[in-house]
């Protein structure tokens, strides 16, 4: 039986398997912060949890599919698991959750095995993000430009705390973790259905209201009444894409402040 793969995946790992081959760092991310945490969904015995991120190098590249990161500060993210009784202990998420490209430099998917969880004795974990977190691609053998230690010292320094004044304090920073919470929880195909709708955004945002949240409501419904009765699309990645857009545009307004390379 012969397989046939779509070119642009055949044409990527064809370049990936060609002898001799090796690309540059990608470019290091901030985190936005998540003091609630992002909870981990579970299937097909994987758990994840999807980090909004974005672009702290201009002149890198960004990260292609299935780039390795991890944090540059391992304090800054810390596992939290619930078991059965409610009991939560809080781990070091460095020492048992992976860190891989989600969606270019907008998304990085914390991803962790199901049986590992269970291990732990969780029936539910979520991922916390402190302030001024970052994640840096894992180093590779044959790089021809890697990460020097002065370049990685200035950006999760100096200019991850201009990030952190720029973009993490911003409204829409705020609806873009807002909006990635809600992409997380609902469902990869179809729509939230409306018994569900209120419920997931309390779920969410806790009720609370500002001007982010107001920007995450109003891109919330719109998908809802975009994708509504439409089973065929998902309404899932209508919240992804206005997600991604929203950081591209803060790591624009991030870049014209004076930070990039």
């Known amino acids: 039986m012969h397989i046939r793969l779509p070119f642009w ?45 974005y672009c702290l190098q201009r002149d890198r590249s960004a990260p292609q599919f299935g780039d390795a990161y991890e944090p540059s500060d391992p304090g800054a993210f810390t596992l939290v698991v619930t078991d059965a009784s409610g009991a939560e202990r809080r781990l070091g998420a460095a020492d048992h959750v992976s860190f891989v490209e989600g969606r270019g430099f907008t998304v990085i998917s914390a991803r962790v095995a199901a049986e590992a969880l269970t291990r732990l004795g969780a029936v539910s974990a979520r991922i916390e993000v402190k302030a001024n977190a970052s994640l840096l691609p894992v180093a590779v053998i044959g790089d021809p430009d890697p990460l020097t230690p002065d370049e990685i010292a200035r950006t999760v320094g100096p200019l991850r705390q201009l990030g ?26 179809g729509t939230v259905e409306p018994d569900r709708r209120e419920p997931l955004w309390r779920q969410v945002t806790g009720g609370a209201q500002s001007s982010g949240q107001a920007l995450a409501r109003s891109t919330y419904d719109g998908c809802l009444a975009a994708y509504d009765g439409h089973e065929a699309f998902s309404f899932r990645s209508c919240l992804e894409t206005r997600h991604d857009a929203l950081l591209r545009d803060l790591s624009v307004k991030y870049w014209s402040v004076g930070a990039g390379s």
């Open 164 to 189: 952190a004044r720029v973009v993490d304090a911003s409204p829409e920073a705020e609806a873009a973790g807002v909006i990635g919470a809600l992409a997380n929880a609902s469902p990869r195909r």
């Open 9 to 53: 995946l055949a044409l990527g790992l064809f370049a990936a398997l060609a002898p001799g081959h090796a690309t540059a760092a990608p470019q290091i991310l901030a985190a936005l912060p998540s003091e609630s945490g992002i909870p981990f969904t579970c299937a097909e015995g994987v758990c994840v949890a999807e980090l909004s991120t």
